[in-house]
């Protein structure tokens, strides 16, 4: 199947389902319910009552990672689907995006009900090399590594029983969309990467510092400090060393597509 066949279908396919988005929000949740599945907690070596108090604040803490990791995604689509190089898929490209302002909706209004605001965007200082990078594979790769690490926290969160439905449910909406994104990204990563044969040597390097940055983020201690934790930035220190081989196991499987393309460097992963 060639891209725009498939961006066709995929277009269609969310068509279908424009409108079938309802969420039946509840108008509070408790500490009983337990909002993140405790073995993808960041920290999960806690007693129960802290563990679900931690779930809650790791779930504010992945719903805004996934809202404000979608805002340069929608810019980025946005213009893509303008631009006459993506001409044939770019009726996919918008319907993209409106998904993606659509998740970006759900997020906000978790976290707005339940805990007041997000958690602001994490921007850390980098001394980035400014190696000359490929910024249409850049723009692919870094979308597709961001929405298959997300993706396996969907798909192991819409089918955890002990979670509260309105987090399954969230999960399981976020997840049928970005199955089709996943499939998209592949495929036009791949036709890319073979169409322009880049400087893989620098992308991974852009690439690990992006795949560092997603995974720092997912160690909040401001999410350790809200749950009523002590020492907080001594615990996210520890859990992020006792944590190493979750995050390899789970970077190599999100990024099974990019390290098939020579895009990550499984000997410095974070
Ligand atoms: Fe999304
Ligand atoms: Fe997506």
């Known amino acids: 199947m060639t891209l725009a066949t ?7 396919l969310s068509l279908t389902r424009d409108g079938d988005n309802a969420i039946a929000w509840p108008d509070r949740l408790t500490d009983e319910d337990w909002c993140f599945s405790h073995d993808l907690l960041s920290h999960p070596d806690l007693a129960e009552t802290e563990a679900r108090r931690l779930a809650f604040w790791e779930a504010v803490n992945f719903f805004s990672l996934n809202f404000h990791g979608e805002r340069p995604l929608m810019a980025g689509l946005a213009a893509r689907a303008g631009s006459a190089a993506y001409g044939t ?37 980098t001394s980035r090399r400014q190696d000359p990078v490929e910024p249409e594979i850049l723009f692919f790769a870094q979308t597709l590594f961001f929405e298959e690490l997300m993706d396996l926290y969907n798909r192991r969160m819409a089918e955890d029983p002990l979670l509260h439905p309105v987090i399954r449910r969230i999960h399981a909406l976020h997840h049928r969309d970005e199955t089709g994104h996943i499939l998209f990204g592949r495929r ?29 983020q997912l160690y909040n201690a401001d999410a350790y400090r809200d749950a ?15 944590q190493t081989g979750f995050r390899h196991a789970m970077t190599q499987t999100a990024g099974h597509h990019l390290l098939a393309l020579g895009l990550l460097d499984t000997e410095v992963l974070p």
């Open 228 to 242: 009523g934790l002590d020492e907080v930035y001594a615990r996210r220190n520890r859990a992020w060393v006792a």
């Open 6 to 12: 498939l961006a066709g279908r995929l277009h269609r």
């Open 188 to 216: 036009i990563l791949r036709d890319l990467v073979t169409r322009h044969d880049p400087d893989r040597g620098a992308l991974r390097r852009h690439l690990m510092g992006f795949v560092r940055l997603t995974w720092m």
């Open 89 to 125: 898929v770019a009726p996919y490209l918008a319907a993209f995006e409106r998904e993606e302002a659509a998740h970006s909706a759900m997020f906000a209004t978790f976290c707005e009900r339940y805990a007041g605001r997000l958690y602001p965007e994490k921007t850390i200082a």
